[in-house]
Nanobody
Framework: QAQIVESGGGLVQPGGSLKLSCVAS????????VHWYRQAPGKQRELVAS??????YYADSVKGRVSGSRDNAKNTVWLEMRNLRPEDTAVYYC??????????WGQGTQVTVSS
């Protein structure tokens, strides 16, 4: 079973930046949209970004502050986040819709925005 590992999270001050990485153990991203989700304490998981081969779509809450990219040859997807706000604090996950529907998730990476 393919594994996904998210990394790059951490503690940053408001206004700071982070670049999250999502690496798959096998070639499972090619041909699929890869989504970034986040889940804050006590809240449901929400979709943050959808990264296609050429284009990307972003939730209104992060639009203008995040940029997604991918390299299928490296089985890697990135999410670059700027001007971070306390409300961006959450565990961030990446996944395909297909894996998500089967309940297959990585461990996520914690992003904490606090002064």
């Amino acid at each position: 079973q393919a594994q996904i590992v998210e990394s790059g999270g951490g503690l940053v001050q408001p206004g700071g930046s982070l670049k999250l990485s999502c690496v798959a153990s096998e070639e499972i991203f090619r041909g699929y949209v890869v989504h970034w989700y986040r889940q804050a304490p006590g809240k449901q998981r929400e979709l943050v970004a959808s990264i296609e081969t050429v284009t990307a779509y972003y939730a209104d809450s992060v639009k203008g502050r995040v940029s997604g990219s991918r390299d299928n040859a490296k089985n890697t997807v990135w999410l670059e986040m700027r001007n971070l706000r306390p409300e961006d604090t959450a565990v961030y996950y990446c996944n395909t819709q297909q894996r998500a529907s089967r309940g297959e998730w990585g461990q996520g990476t914690q992003v904490t925005v606090s002064s």
